[in-house]
């Protein structure tokens, strides 16, 4: 009797608890539904405004990430899936507020004593108490901007509904704003959401269909052309496949440093034109879907640096086919770009006022041609200095090494010249109302100018053929990547010109 007794309490409690598993605080079955669902695929044309109109896949990792923050992703209720994780939260109220989505690391916010992950209702009734009445706590800068990305991160997943996604294009980008049910489209979402209730796969899909091509067919909408074409280099990640071409391309120099055969050289630049191919082609996708040039912040910047710093590497590998220029040049492309990886790399479509001029366009790609130029110049001034002058089976001797640099140095020079001084103070007047004013941007072109400037003069006018020339063609490429470096570090913008 007693045994009997014992056994339908635990028959009771495995049922509570499987109960309680199915409620609120376990999201991985609805989690597993949705992803099943494949919603992206549907909505894969269909586009969201953040901070600019976007794909629905770009927009789904961007809230994915920004909410995860520096989490482990498996510690939350976010699962591995963007793209089913932002539709849960979009289609289960439940899951928006009561999932564990938003991570936050301990002692950094008041009221949050140790690294957790947060629900929405955690984060109103825990963190917004705790900040409320621990208004002392943001005496230093670090509490503050911690308290502020959590509540960032908060506002977006209150947004993740459809009453917060802006989808319906208004006359202009500024006048998107969300569904609501005087909408025509709203029919189509609660199509949608009656069939997630359901827990019906088919229905889901089924209703998914009719939604994103109402959202699709309404007037002002981003063309599908660049919503596509976004979406495809987000997916294949072109941008990292030619940076890791630039990779192996820098390998196999070393490896042709090691051994010398000229088969391993011609294999390093095959894969540094492969990977320039593909950089390109990604630059070239930025540019049609922002509607400018990449000259938009340092990421792009950067990355035009890299693109430049290849481009020219690839013109003297040509005409020299000096292996020894791969040795140096392929490494920093690859620097390049991991440092561009630093800074926010989302396409801006639009630019301030003062950068919407083709001027501005014009002075940035040809300073950074200049000084992809003068990078070649500094890898021949580099072996010029650091090996013997007579010639080798690998490297030529310091004479040939020595042309190679005067002639970086000299196509780099007008390049350079003529984007900061003409193209640049053009721009300048136009946005500054000054050809040059007296700013650390002005004067670290300068420098740049001046050190090119005394190369020249020493190269052809006084004769100089050794060590001194080659110091200052490295003196010349520093002072640009200093320049460079030093504006996107502290002014968020790299110095390329007045």
Known sequence: MRLGVL?????????????????????????????????????????????????????????????????????????????????????????????????????????????????????????????????????????????????????????????????????????????????????????????????????????????????????GYPSPAKLSLETYLDKFGVLKVGFGLYAASALLFFVWAAVGRRAVADSGAGAALAGFVLVTAALAARSVIAGHLPVAGPYELLLLFSWSVVLLFLIFYLKTRGGFLGLVLMPAAVMFGVAASLFPSGVETQLAPALQSGWFSARAVLASLGEGAFAVGFAA??????????????????????????????????????????????????????????????????????LATAYLHARHGRGWRGNGAAALAILTFAAAVCALFAGAIFNGQPFLGP
């Open 381 to 450: 001034a580099v072996f010029r200095l650091f090996r013997s002058p007579r010639a080798s089976a690998r490297f030529p001797s310091g004479d040939d090494l020595g042309v190679i640099e005067r002639r970086a140095i000299t196509l780099g020079y007008p390049l350079f010249a003529v984007g900061v001084l003409v193209a640049g103070a053009i721009w300048a007047q136009q946005a500054r109302a000054a050809w040059w004013n007296w700013e650390r941007g002005d004067v670290a072109s300068l420098v740049v100018l001046a």
């Open 7 to 219: 056994w339908a309490f635990v028959f009771a409690f495995s049922v509570a608890v499987a109960s309680a598993a199915e409620g609120g605080g376990d999201f991985s079955g609805r989690l597993e539904f949705v992803e099943g669902a494949s919603l992206s695929e549907i909505f894969k044309g269909v586009a969201v405004k953040v901070d600019r109109p976007m794909p629905w896949r770009t927009f789904a990792r961007s809230r994915y990430n920004l909410l995860k923050g520096r989490g482990d992703v498996r510690d939350g209720d976010l699962g591995d899936n963007a793209d089913a994780a932002v539709w849960l939260a979009i289609l289960d109220p439940e899951y928006r507020r009561d999932g564990r989505l938003i991570y936050v690391e301990g002692g950094e916010v008041p009221g949050v004593p140790e690294d957790r992950w947060l629900s929405l209702r955690e984060f109103e009734g825990v963190v917004m108490p705790g900040v409320v009445h621990s208004p002392g706590s943001f005496g230093g800068g670090d509490v503050e901007r911690a308290v502020t990305d959590v509540v960032r991160r908060a506002a977006a997943l209150h947004r993740l509904s459809w009453y917060g996604l802006l989808v319906v294009p208004g006359s202009d980008v500024a006048g998107w704003r969300p569904l609501n049910k005087e909408n025509l489209i709203w029919r189509r979402v609660r199509g949608l959401s009656e069939a997630y209730e359901k827990r019906d796969a088919a229905a889901v899909r089924l209703a998914a269909g009719p939604l994103a091509a109402a959202l699709k067919k309404q007037p």
